[in-house]
């Protein structure tokens, strides 16, 4: 990104006025999106879990979504996709991105006001057991709400 911001695009004053206004709002909209993804941060944990289910014995298979988790443009993309809904479940094919399209992903956003949002998800096979993974994530969402609220009374009493 430290790339983008430090190129001279001296060269666009060779463009003519409507050229240069869309390359400047194409620019624009660019580093609005890499701001995005940088000001985000994710935390894995038991993705080595997905070895013990039948689904994913192929180790280059496993070996593509390992790698796919490690890169944060990646998970920002399947995290970070907007939705109406607080809950959400892609499934297979459902997710864009090839790496992740034998796995059903469940994800729950939590929105933190100022502070911003929180997603937990979780990644299994498409035949995991939906109702309980939802339910993790609801019981997660009461969890948060009960430490956001209990920070928040013990500021008011302060």
Avoid: W
Wanted: proline share 2%.
């Amino acid at each position: 990104m430290r790339d983008i911001q430090t190129t001279d695009f001296a060269f666009i004053d060779t463009f003519d006025r409507d050229n240069k206004a869309f390359f400047i709002r194409v620019v624009s909209e660019v580093m609005d999106i890499l701001h995005q993804y940088e000001d985000n941060e994710f935390f894995l944990k038991g993705k080595e879990n997905l070895l013990s289910f039948p689904d994913f014995k192929e180790l280059s298979e496993v070996k593509s979504i390992f790698d796919a988790f490690s890169r944060e443009m990646e998970l920002s993309e399947l995290l970070l996709c907007p939705t109406d809904d607080a809950f959400s479940v892609s499934i297979g094919n459902e997710i864009k991105n090839e790496n992740f399209n034998k796995l059903s992903i469940a994800k729950h956003t939590y929105d933190l006001g100022a502070e911003g949002k929180i997603t937990f998800a979780v990644a299994g096979p498409t035949r995991m057991d939906y109702r309980k993974v939802m339910n993790s994530l609801n019981y997660m969402e009461t969890i948060l709400g009960d430490i956001i609220y209990d920070k928040n009374d013990k500021k008011e009493v302060q």
